[in-house]
């Protein structure tokens, strides 16, 4: 029993340290830096987009739950990557795009790599600690007030969808 006990604890506490709040700073697509530490206490969605990809009407969507939920305390965050081959070619592009086809009002990132030896050590420590990397454009991190990873998300998954917001709404005050 106490075996059992003493493993338990151990395991417990691996995953205390290995779920450790993600911290970390982005380029913004409008200059200076956007840091996760800023919004500690909120949670974040943090998406990887492109402008170029199928999926790309979802920054419809993510207007939408900005809009709707940031003023709630959720904060929005797209990352623009050409990880996929599907971006712009510069960042003013990519916002000149978004503003006038989407009017993207929420924070956005300068064009950042999400995967590979050259991700973003945000993405590099949520694949740490969860094992998810982003497999295409739109996928989705659901950071907990705490900075810790909620919940991912495929591309398939729409940022308006009942299957995100309901996870949303739960870490919402």
């Not at 007030?145 to 398939?156: I, K, L, R, W």
Request: net charge negative; hydrophobic share 40%; proline share 6%.
């Amino acid at each position: 029993m106490m075996r059992l006990l003493l493993l338990t604890a151990l395991i417990l506490l691996g995953r205390a340290v290995q779920a450790a709040p993600l911290t970390g700073e982005f380029d913004s697509i409008d200059g200076g830096t956007l840091a996760i530490e800023e919004w500690r206490g909120q949670p974040i969605l943090v998406v990887n987009t492109a402008s170029q990809c199928g999926f790309t009407g979802q920054y419809k969507a993510l207007q939408k739950v900005h809009e709707a939920y940031s003023g709630k305390g959720l904060v929005v965050l797209a990352v623009p990557s050409d990880s996929f081959n599907q971006e712009l070619g510069s960042a003013e592009e990519v916002k000149q795009f978004c503003e006038m086809n989407y009017g993207l009002t929420l924070p956005m990132t300068d064009i950042t790599p999400v995967k590979g030896a050259d991700a973003h050590p945000f993405y590099k420590a949520v694949a740490a600690q969860t094992g998810f990397t982003p497999k295409w454009n739109f996928n989705k991190i659901l950071i907990d007030p705490e900075g810790e990873v909620a919940a991912t998300f495929g591309s398939n998954v729409k940022p308006d969808s009942r299957k995100l917001l309901s996870q949303v709404e739960a870490l919402l005050p």
